[in-house]
Antibody
Framework: QVQLQQSGAELVKPGSSVKMSCKAS????????IYWIKQRPGQGLEWIGR????????NYNEKFKGKATFTVDKSSSTAYMQLSSLTPEDTAVYYC????????WGQGVMVTVSS | DVVMTQTPVSLSVSLGGQVSISCRSS???????????LSWYLQKPGQSPQLLIY???NRFSGISDRFSGSGSGTDFTLKISRVEPDDLGVYYC?????????FGAGTKLELK
């Protein structure tokens, strides 16, 4: 079965960067895009963008250009998202998802930005 | 960006009852390829969202037929019949027709 295993929670300081991972299993990694979604505490869902693991092509929500960077490692079926110049507004749970759309979701990574 | 407006914000239901959630988009969700990429998700407390319905009315694998989606263009509805305790949580609609993909603000389903 399709599974997405995300890395653990992060506590980071304002102005720093964080890189999180999303390890895929149960399907051919290059078959589907990996999507990244943000959910601030008690809030709704926000699409950050997507990466095609086979081609490496990316699409970013304009709002997150310069903030988020997607990469993949095909050898380990793992996708990564790096967030830079972190502020308290980046405090959120970040999900990866895959499938023809958001069919399958990871468990989320809680990122807390605090000094 | 396409704005997704969900109503109501919250809903109280008795077990075994039926509810409907509305989702309206600020632009037509019909893609150039003829498909309408409107999906419904349920986020149970403390969990990741899960896909219920895709392309307006198609139930995802393993989803009960108590869930049904309908609509077209800019106006969509999710109906849940014979509500069970496991159905409680926040329901989101989402569009995948136009970048950036966007979601409604959510409808919280609670027990009466």
């Amino acid at each position: 079965q399709v599974q997405l295993q995300q890395s653990g929670a992060e506590l980071v300081k304002p102005g720093s960067s964080v890189k999180m991972s999303c390890k895929a299993s149960g399907y051919t990694f290059t078959s589907y895009y990996i999507y990244w979604i943000k959910q601030r505490p008690g809030q709704g869902l926000e699409w950050i963008g997507r990466i095609g693991p086979g081609s490496g092509d990316t699409n970013y929500n304009e709002k997150f250009k310069g903030k988020a960077t997607f990469t993949v490692d095909k050898s380990s079926s793992t996708a990564y998202m790096q967030l830079s110049s972190l502020t308290p507004e980046d405090t959120a749970v970040y999900y990866c998802a895959t499938g023809r759309g958001f069919d399958y979701w990871g468990q989320g990574v809680m990122v807390t930005v605090s000094s | 960006d396409v704005v997704m407006t969900q109503t109501p914000v919250s809903l109280s239901v008795s077990l075994g009852g039926q509810v409907s959630i509305s989702c309206r988009s600020s632009q037509s969700l019909v893609h150039n390829n003829g498909n309408t990429y409107l999906s419904w998700y349920l986020q149970k407390p403390g969990q990741s969202p899960q896909l219920l319905i895709y392309k307006v009315s198609n139930r995802f694998s393993g989803i009960s037929d108590r869930f049904s989606g309908s609509g077209s263009g800019t106006d969509f509805t999710l109906k849940i019949s014979r509500v069970e305790p496991d159905d409680l949580g926040v329901y989101y609609c989402g569009q995948g027709t136009q970048y950036p993909y966007t979601f409604g603000a959510g409808t919280k389903l609670e027990l009466k």
